[in-house]
């Protein structure tokens, strides 16, 4: 079973169409739930970490919200430079591994 | 943001070989440091945990013998895929965190393995 699940598995939106990105986790004890942006045939590029329930994070047209089942992503006008996978990862209490969700990938047409 | 490298950032290789890949983290020290593999449309697995000056933790299903991992200062990681197959084609990444070895993880440009 999975323990993070990140939906849609794509999405497309017209430029400056916000829109939310959803991460649902099931873990015993979350240290913290991270968000990435990867680019094709790149390494993942940090973008938040939430550590509790109702915290919230914010970086230009991104916003990262957690509850205690999931996080969102939110983009807000999003612009085509958006256009990337968007990963979710959660690290439990007991180690140091992160473990990924499936990503959503996410195109913004002009 | 913390900056991690990683050498070669692609490699083809024939079947049989091995194949050296180093992760190095620039800007800070790491005395943990973590690897993954990634194969088309899908998403990130942990391989193994690298740690400094102690023996690597590999995940279940991942054989040790066939992924050497070598911790050799706070800054130096590497993977050795000895025998390569096509099957070990895949997308590598190094991943260290800036903080202790719970902190936010940094990933590494990633490095394409094609085996013939």
């Known amino acids: 079973e999975d323990q993070v699940t990140q939906s849609p598995e794509a999405l497309r939106l017209q430029e400056g169409e916000s829109s939310s990105l959803n991460c649902s986790y099931t873990v015993s004890g979350l240290r913290g739930l991270f968000w990435y942006r990867q680019d094709p045939g790149k390494g993942p590029e940090f973008l938040f970490t939430l550590y509790s329930a109702g915290e919230e994070k914010e970086k230009e047209r991104l916003k990262a919200t957690l509850t205690k089942k999931e996080s969102f992503l939110h983009i807000t006008a999003p612009k085509p430079e958006d256009s990337a996978t968007y990963l979710c990862?959660?690290?439990?209490?007991?180690?140091?591994?992160?473990?990924f969700g499936k990503g959503t990938s996410l195109l913004v047409t002009p | 943001g913390a900056v991690v490298s990683q050498h070669p950032s692609w490699v083809i290789c024939k079947s049989g070989t091995s194949v050296k890949i180093e992760c190095r983290s620039l800007d800070f020290q790491a005395t943990t440091m973590f690897w993954y593999r990634q194969f088309p449309k899908q998403s990130l697995m942990l391989m193994a945990t690298s740690n400094e000056g102690s023996k690597a933790t590999y995940e279940q299903g991942v054989e040790k013998d066939k992924f050497l991992i070598n911790h050799a200062s706070l800054t130096l990681s590497t993977l050795t895929v000895t025998s390569a197959h096509p099957e070990d084609s895949s997308f590598y990444i190094c991943?260290?965190?800036?903080?202790?070895?719970?902190?936010?993880?940094?990933f590494g440009p990633g490095t394409r393995l094609t085996v013939l």
């Open positions: 991943s260290a965190p800036s903080s202790g070895a719970t902190g936010t993880q940094y």
């Open positions: 990862a959660v690290q439990e209490n007991s180690g140091y591994a992160l473990n």
